[in-house]
């Protein structure tokens, strides 16, 4: 149990001073005008309160991720608290505040602009393609999800609760941000939280002690930490599924310094979830052993009904057919929006998009497949997911990496969780098996040189650009 509460005190600590260090190297400026002002539309561009721009990053970066993620990351014990920690705060809070902040100072601009901008146009290029990808996934995937539990509940089919939901989606993707997400998010989120708190406070009262710090991989099957850990904890640690949703509340941001408490804000109450859940699976079932079982009998929905149920009574039912219903769909509908933000920012390169009746009407293109793949196997999509996800979280790192060594600034905030990231994606593609099934110790060595080629890379852009700083000093002084 101490290893549990010494895990949130060093998040709630790292929000109190890393953050602010973080921000100290991005350097703010309350006045300047942000795109909310400049470029307000009404329709993507409102000035909102951090508060609630905190609560709706919260439910669109968050959804079930921290939950469903924490719960399988459970499997490998204690571990996971170190995971979810360490990437917290030294890599998802920074790639989460680079993500929203880079996206403000350049207008309210997607995620695959400030990649191209700062990465060139072959990345930026594969990263349109990577995000549109993973957006029509994660849509799909939290679309599937809550229609086949709501199929089970009541008497509609599976068809008809998905396109209900798929309505919603619709209505949330080209209606203006402030009327139904800026109106109900703030709600959802307060629910997410609670859920979480509860679950955190009952298990302080039960007779099964939360284990302890270990470095022993606790997983039943064996299966090694490095790299599955870093993919399958996500959501709580670091995603890259955020940087396609930060541009989202950057276009609504009142002021830079609200910046810290919206998006390094919500990665850290995001990881504080995650922490209860992992906290929660490895306890209640006694073990990774219990856990495990408990997994392959009713999955992680089964899961977390189980324990909310038998932990908070008719409240933790209600709370729990709420979460595992509505946080995916939260999820879902602006990981949809932002599909059409990103679409609607390529087509604009090639056509002048001035008319709003045309800006939505792009939804189609991205909708339509996203329904097609919502009639696919949950299971069979969430799997793809992952690795696409931790692909994305690198890129970002490594965009902000490169914006820090242009503004010659302390670029290693970002490098350093950039290199771990890369480590963990060129790792895990051939390990995985969704990917090439590899000998465990032959994906390790392809994936550190892979990884290394990286390096190698990060040392020559440090060189180049501290010999621009340098000329460009010496024509100063001139």
Request: hydrophobic content about 50%.
């Amino acid at each position: 149990m101490l290893t549990f509460f010494a895990a949130i005190v060093l998040l709630i600590g790292g929000y109190a001073i890393y953050s602010k260090f973080v921000e100290r190297v991005f350097v703010i400026n309350d006045e300047t005008s942000t795109p909310a002002y400049t470029k307000r539309d009404n329709l993507d561009y409102v000035p909102m309160s951090w508060w609630k721009g905190n609560l709706i990053q919260l439910l669109n970066i968050a959804g079930l991720g921290p939950i469903y993620g924490a719960v399988a990351g459970a499997l490998y014990g204690p571990a996971a608290f170190i995971w979810i920690v360490i990437g917290c705060i030294f890599a998802g809070g920074v790639h989460d505040y680079f993500s929203g902040m880079m996206s403000m100072r350049h207008g309210g601009a997607q995620y695959p602009s400030l990649v191209g901008r700062y990465l060139g146009n072959i990345m930026k290029a594969f990263i349109n393609l990577l995000s549109l990808v993973l957006m029509m996934l994660v849509a799909a995937a939290f679309t599937a999800g809550p229609a086949q539990l709501i199929a089970q509940l009541t008497p509609l089919s599976f068809t008809v609760s998905l396109i209900i939901i798929f309505s919603y989606f619709l209505l949330a993707t080209i209606l203006p941000i402030n009327r139904v997400i800026g109106k109900i998010y703030p709600i959802l989120g307060g629910i997410l939280l609670f859920m979480a708190i509860s679950i955190g406070i009952a298990l302080l009262f039960i007779d099964k002690p939360i284990p302890n710090l270990t470095f022993e991989n606790l997983h039943p099957g064996g299966l090694p930490i490095w790299p599955l850990l870093m993919v399958t904890i996500s959501c709580g640690a670091i995603s890259g599924f955020h940087s396609t949703q930060s541009p989202i509340i950057a276009r609504t941001m009142k002021k830079e310094s609200d910046g810290r408490k919206i998006f390094y804000g919500a990665m850290v109450i995001e990881g504080i979830i995650a922490l209860i859940w992992a906290a929660a699976g490895m306890t209640f079932f006694n073990g990774t052993g219990g856990l495990q079982e408990a997994l392959a009998a009713g999955g992680p929905s089964g899961v977390v009904n189980e324990i909310s149920i038998s932990l908070l009574g008719t409240l933790g039912g209600i709370l729990a057919i709420l979460g595992v219903i509505i946080l995916p769909i939260t999820t879902g509908d602006t990981a949809l929006r932002s599909s059409r933000m990103i679409f609607t920012e390529l087509v604009s390169k090639f056509f002048k998009l001035d008319n709003k009746l045309i800006i939505l009407l792009l939804t189609i293109p991205v909708a339509i497949p996203t329904f097609y793949m919502a009639t696919i196997d949950y299971t069979f999509l969430w799997r793809y997911v992952g690795w696409t996800n931790q692909v994305a979280a690198s890129v970002m790192l490594w965009t902000g990496t490169v914006y820090l060594l242009k503004n010659n600034r302390f670029h290693w905030i970002c490098g350093i969780p950039a290199m771990f990231m890369t480590g963990v994606v060129c790792t895990y593609i051939f390990y995985a098996p969704e990917g090439l099934s590899l000998d465990w110790g032959l994906s390790m060595a392809i994936g550190f040189s892979l990884t290394f080629i990286v390096l190698v890379w990060y040392v020559a852009q440090i060189s180049k650009y501290r010999k621009l700083h340098q000329n460009s000093k010496e024509i100063k002084a001139a």
